[in-house]
């Protein structure tokens, strides 16, 4: 399963590419489609899209890379799917849309956000004019411990300092007050971290088109957001949006996902998944949308485990700014950070794609899109 990774922007874009004529196999009318992203480098969106052949009932909408470094898993599960499930699907009545990068830079340089140092997954404001930039108040208490400025002069002294700084904002505020500082996203400090920006992204524009074009075309949408970090170590977590009326507990038991989190509405103000839900329900109340993200754990979920993800948040984020005064201290921030989002052991990469073929069969079956499950009545 190995074999499914890339270690390079280039290369896993060149993966995805090249599966286009796989792809054509079963959808002969497929095309590739490559936007252009930032003007530095030769970072792009790669999009592999085709309509049903017949009648476009359901459509399988795939998508990777939002958070750039994330994309690695993303795109490793891509190529298990083009692999294992192409010829599970109806090309008749089923279309594909799979999207490779969505933070193509993020990528290439193996950050979680974009090159304006925006977290694509707090930018997806539904109007910008009505969202004060300062609407993060726990975050804006804090700002010194999130957004430290200067060269890193000693890892280990540092990071006590941010260890001490989260704890005593967790007895103050309590837990719910340092996560909220973190879901919520920021809109105040550009060189922070958590920041949404305040404006589209190009990349955020891009997916914004792409998310009507699909719900213009096809009844049934089920959409797939790939990331890793969040949830247990090595399990699958499905993140539905905060305005599926369903249940954690419902969609648990229907799909037989054991663990799912509803995004908060507040929390998740600037979320594509929200964004995407909304969207449908104001200009498309007629079609059935299925979104969430699949999310490969990489800490953990206690207490440790969460700050831990903090302070490798917050120190990758110095580290790009302000530099480390020692090489050794930057490379253990890259590692702690390539840990949390990309570990590079191989059990856990097997592991990764052993979830998502299990979330993706789950998931698909249920909403009656692989051959030969199907439990859905049928006119013939
Ligand atoms: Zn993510």
């Known amino acids: 399963m190995l074999h499914y990774f890339s270690d390079t922007y280039e290369h896993s874009r060149m993966r995805f590419r090249e599966s286009l004529s796989n792809i054509k196999e079963f959808w002969p ?20 899209k085709s309509e049903a052949i017949k009648r ?7 998508t990777t890379g939002e958070h750039g470094i994330e994309g690695y898993t993303g795109a490793a599960a891509l190529q298990m799917f083009f692999e294992e499930y192409l010829h599970k699907l109806d090309p008749e009545t089923t279309g594909i849309y799979f999207v490779h990068g969505i933070n193509p830079w993020g990528m290439r340089h193996w950050r979680r956000v974009t090159e304006n140092n925006i977290d694509l997954n707090r930018n997806y404001i539904q109007d910008w004019l009505n969202h004060p930039a300062t609407f993060n108040e726990d975050y804006k208490k804090n700002a010194d411990l999130y957004n430290p400025a200067g060269e890193i002069d000693d890892l280990t002294k540092q990071n006590t300092k941010i260890h001490s700084k989260l704890l005593k904002n967790l007895i103050k505020e309590g837990y719910k007050g340092v996560k909220s500082a ?3 996203g920021q809109y105040q400090f550009e060189k922070g971290v958590y920041y949404g920006g305040a404006g589209y992204e190009d990349s955020t524009s891009v997916m914004m088109n792409i998310q009507d074009e699909v719900l213009r075309h096809f009844e049934h949408i089920v959409h797939i957001d790939l990331h890793t970090g969040l949830g247990p170590t090595q399990e699958l977590t499905y993140v539905i949006s905060a305005y599926d009326d369903r249940s954690e507990h419902e969609v648990s038991d229907y799909y037989g996902i054991k663990n799912v989190q509803k995004n908060g509405k507040e929390d998740g103000v600037g979320e594509s998944n929200n964004f995407f839900y909304r969207r449908a329900m104001e200009y498309y109340p007629e079609r059935s949308l299925i979104t969430g993200l699949f999310e490969i754990g990489t800490m953990g979920e206690g207490m440790d485990d969460q700050l ?14 302000y530099g480390a005064e020692k090489e050794k201290d930057a490379q253990r921030i890259f590692d702690s950070f390539r840990d949390l989002y990309y570990p590079k052991e191989k059990e856990w990469k097997e592991s990764a794609i052993i979830r998502l073929r ?23």
């Open 308 to 321: 831990n993800v903090m302070k490798a948040v917050i120190n990758e984020n110095q580290l790009y700014w």
């Open 29 to 48: 009318q497929a095309g590739l489609h490559s936007y252009p992203i930032g003007n530095k480098e030769d970072n792009t969106i790669d999009v592999i």
């Open 358 to 380: 299990e979330g993706f069969e789950n998931l698909l079956s249920k909403e009656n899109l692989l051959k030969g499950t199907s439990t859905r009545s049928s006119s013939l």
């Open 56 to 62: 476009n009932e359901n459509v399988v909408f795939i």
């Open 182 to 184: 973190k879901s919520k």
